[in-house]
């Protein structure tokens, strides 16, 4: 039996001599490339911490101790060391998280992985044991991969230095990637000293002996501490700015020497004040392949061959939704200077990485920080310039008000464009993209696309970059995309008619990439002797006037959407029809208003009722058996004319459907 399966719980590595230590840390970096080879994941970041969550485990007593992994794709090996070593369905249903959930451990504290938010937790656990006396527990945070850059990491930092009468450690894993080490040898030197009890004991006596002289003895030693700050200055500058924050500094450290870390860790823990502990790893450590890949060094990676790191499958026939965005804004930028680039960390991932190779002073990658991106961006728009900002969908969820405020408000012509919006699948409920139309739709004067495909996302983005009055949004999904869905027409006013019957029962409003299943249920009404008309309306807000004349000449509308259901583009549709005097009936299909776990798309769309043979059950039930009234008399028929019975195929109809309103039960509405 291996060293790796021994360990059931923290407390197991305890029993393990300095040499034991050392083997199992390389037994956990042949599991982690086997496994997460087999499954794709966070492979890179969790080669580095190896040896410091060893030692984090070895020397706080977690879950008593909480650990808080920002970000918690860092937390692989954590889970390893707390009993949890199937990884055979990592980041699949029924599986492992690819981030700490609560669900699954006691050990896991904080699950939603959005960036730079753990110091404002240990904050907050940390206040609540010194108000709650448990003073004898210590609060850990894990700070790597760029969380530093974000704003509320400072805001925390600010508070946390308010207080120093709390036992909280900042692990800050500096992986080369976002905090560059500037550290000498004269403030290694020092540490043991400056957290020895002793050292802190002479300091608060010196200052009592000081401050007994009055203001005189003040004024000294006030001198006397900025003279050794200044000192210390001069060797690190890290040393100087967490020493004029009032928390204590222990660093640079090497992450992977286990006997450094314990030393390091053990030193912070006894001293009993905030402390930061500036930890060297190597991100992709002791895998070559990442080692090699100079550009993210297999932060992210599908499902690989493990000795060569390469993908296991590549098909070259799909077209994936970055790509197309990332050649279309290049060729826009090519023809239009005033276009320029903004990411929050996300250059690569996002498919910006071009336009900056090629315009590098017309693109910025502002770190962790959306709200600041938002913000700038609105200057930018100021200054006579078009920003284009992109980012995966639920991380605008944290630019809201900036969005509201800063961009909107001011009338400002910025495009967000935004990756993974809805469904993501296997990263999990704080990842998955389906509150971005709900949460944006509220923006006063706010315009949204959903392109089908990607001809249409480069149309329509390139119809965003020209609006220069109001904040536009371009959003599509995680994964590859159909070239091109054909319109039969397109109305006046935009709205592409994909497929249109003369019978005009069902109006089956597409959004964005759902186009191929509502033109799938449009199939299955016809073969149950219903006529739909499928539409995708490509900016879906405002709702299209048009979409509205159309809706007026059908029985039913159902709108189909990828974003939670609830203030979603359906509501929007029919409180538009309704102001307009319209009373089509209308159901809107889309996600509950819950988080969701980790799952395929397919899994998750499943469960949500949105299959086309799930919809159309629904619709065919819905429409037989509620007498739906028609709006207008339609051209080829009489008022009132009933549809002709049908057989409803399948039993059950999906529990996520709500109920169609109608003029007729206005309880339903």
Not at 585 to 597: N, R, Y
């Amino acid at each position: 039996m291996s060293l790796l399966q021994k360990i059931n719980g923290p407390r197991d590595l305890d029993k393990l001599s300095p040499d034991e230590l050392v083997q199992l840390a390389q037994e956990i970096r042949d599991f982690l490339i086997t496994e997460v080879a087999k499954s794709g994941g966070h492979l890179g970041p969790n080669l580095g911490v190896v040896e410091t969550t060893i030692a984090l485990h070895r020397v706080f007593d977690s879950p008593r101790d909480p650990i808080v992994f920002d970000t918690g794709h860092q937390s692989y090996v954590h889970k390893l060391l707390t009993g949890r070593q199937d990884f055979s369905r990592l980041r699949l249903r029924g599986g492992l998280a690819g981030y700490p959930q609560r669900s699954e451990s006691k050990h896991d504290i904080v699950e939603s992985s959005h960036a730079s938010s753990s110091l404002s937790w240990a904050d907050g656990i940390s206040r609540a044991f010194a108000q709650t006396g448990q003073t004898d527990r210590h609060v850990v945070a894990v700070v790597g991969d760029g969380a530093l850059t974000g704003g509320m990491t400072w805001e925390a930092l600010n508070n946390i230095s308010d207080d120093n009468s709390r036992k909280l450690v900042i692990v800050v894993n500096d992986n080369g990637r976002s905090y560059a080490p500037t550290i000498g040898g004269m403030a290694r030197f020092l540490n043991g000293v400056r957290t020895q009890r002793t050292y802190r004991d002479l300091q608060r006596s010196s200052e009592r002996a000081f401050y007994r002289l009055g203001a005189p003895g003040r004024a000294l030693y006030r001198g006397v501490r900025g003279g050794l700050h200044g000192f210390l200055s001069r060797f690190t500058d890290n040393e100087s700015l967490y020493s004029n924050l009032d928390i204590k500094y222990i660093g640079p450290v090497d992450g992977h020497d286990l006997g450094a870390m314990e030393q390091a860790l053990r030193q912070a823990k006894n001293y009993g004040q905030p402390v930061i502990v500036h930890v060297i790893t190597e991100k992709g450590r002791g895998y070559e392949p990442a080692r090699r890949d100079e550009a993210d060094q297999f932060h992210a990676v599908g499902k690989i061959d493990p000795s060569s790191g390469l993908p296991l499958s590549v098909s070259s026939t799909e077209t994936s939704w970055t790509s197309v965005f990332s050649d279309e804004i290049l060729h826009i930028a090519e023809n239009n200077p005033r276009v320029i680039g903004i990411t929050a960390a996300m250059l690569r991932p996002t498919g910006l990485h071009a336009f900056a190779e090629r315009f590098p002073d017309r693109v910025y990658d502002v770190g962790i920080a959306e709200q600041h991106a938002v913000t700038s961006a609105a200057g930018l728009a100021y200054g006579g310039l078009h920003p284009v900002v992109a980012m995966y969908a639920t991380f605008m969820n944290r630019a809201f008000d900036q969005v509201l405020m800063d961009v909107a408000l001011h009338r400002a012509g910025v495009t967000f464009v935004l990756d993974r919006s809805g469904v993501t699948g296997p990263d999990g409920p704080s990842h998955h993209g389906v509150w971005d139309l709900a949460i944006l739709q509220v923006i006063p004067g706010i315009r949204i696309a959903a392109p089908r495909d990607a001809e249409r996302l480069r149309e329509e983005l390139c119809e965003a970059v020209v609006v220069e009055d109001a904040p536009t949004v371009v959003r599509f999904p995680k994964g590859s995309a159909e070239l091109s869905i054909p319109a039969a027409r397109r109305t006046y006013d935009g709205v592409d008619v994909l497929q249109e019957h003369a019978q005009q029962d069902v109006l089956l409003v597409a959004v964005g990439s759902m186009a191929d299943v509502a033109l799938d249920v449009a199939a299955r009404l016809i073969d149950q002797g219903i006529g739909s008309t499928v539409v995708d309306p490509r900016w879906v807000v405002p709702v299209p006037v048009s979409l509205i004349d159309l809706a007026a000449h059908h029985r039913l509308v159902v709108s189909i959407e990828d974003g939670v259901r609830v203030g979603g583009i359906g509501t929007r549709i029919r409180q538009d029809l309704r102001r307009a005097g319209v009373d089509t009936a209308v159901t809107e299909l889309g996600l509950p208003d819950q988080f969701l776990d980790h799952a395929s798309r397919e899994e998750i769309l499943e469960d949500a009722g949105l299959t086309a043979q799930q919809i159309a059950r629904d619709v065919v039930a819905q429409v037989l058996g509620s007498k739906i009234p028609i709006a207008r008399p339609l051209a080829d028929e009489p008022a009132g004319t009933r549809l002709p019975a049908a057989t409803v195929h399948g039993a059950g109809l999906p529990a996520t459907t709500q109920s169609i309103a109608t003029n007729r039960d206005p309880r339903s509405r």
